[in-house]
Nanobody
Framework: VQLQASGGGLVQPGGSLRLSCAAS??????MGWYRQAPGKQREMVAS???????DYVDSVKGRFSISGDITKRAVYLQMNSLIIEDTAVYYC???????????WGQGTQVTVSS
């Protein structure tokens, strides 16, 4: 199973980016996005579950939106009103529905700077 993430880049504060993640195979119970800023621990940003529920870290609520279809192995993260503190490497993650094994993508850099 491979997860391919894309869509990162450089954007000014207040701007928007859309991240995409596609898995090559597998049946997942959850797909989501994590991020890691320099000197900080990796944190969950947004997750979508097979039942349709979604979770967000408090700092992105109202600004970020996760969407996609787990059955089609694809998720997206729409990021609006970006702030400097959103700067990080963003990773796509998927949890196997059957084995609970975790799969990670390669990471995509998001830089918010004026």
């Amino acid at each position: 199973v491979q997860l391919q993430a894309s869509g990162g880049g450089l954007v000014q504060p207040g701007g928007s980016l859309r991240l995409s993640c596609a898995a090559s195979a597998g049946t997942f119970g959850m797909m989501g996005w994590y991020r890691q800023a320099p000197g900080k621990q990796r944190e969950m940003v947004a997750s979508i579950w097979s039942g349709g529920s979604k979770d967000y870290v408090d700092s992105v609520k109202g600004r970020f939106s996760i969407s996609g279809d787990i059955t089609k192995r694809a998720v997206y993260l729409q990021m609006n009103s970006l702030i400097i503190e959103d700067t990080a490497v963003y990773y796509c993650k998927a949890n196997s529905l059957l084995t609970r094994r975790e799969y990670w993508g390669q990471g995509t850099q998001v830089t918010v700077s004026s």
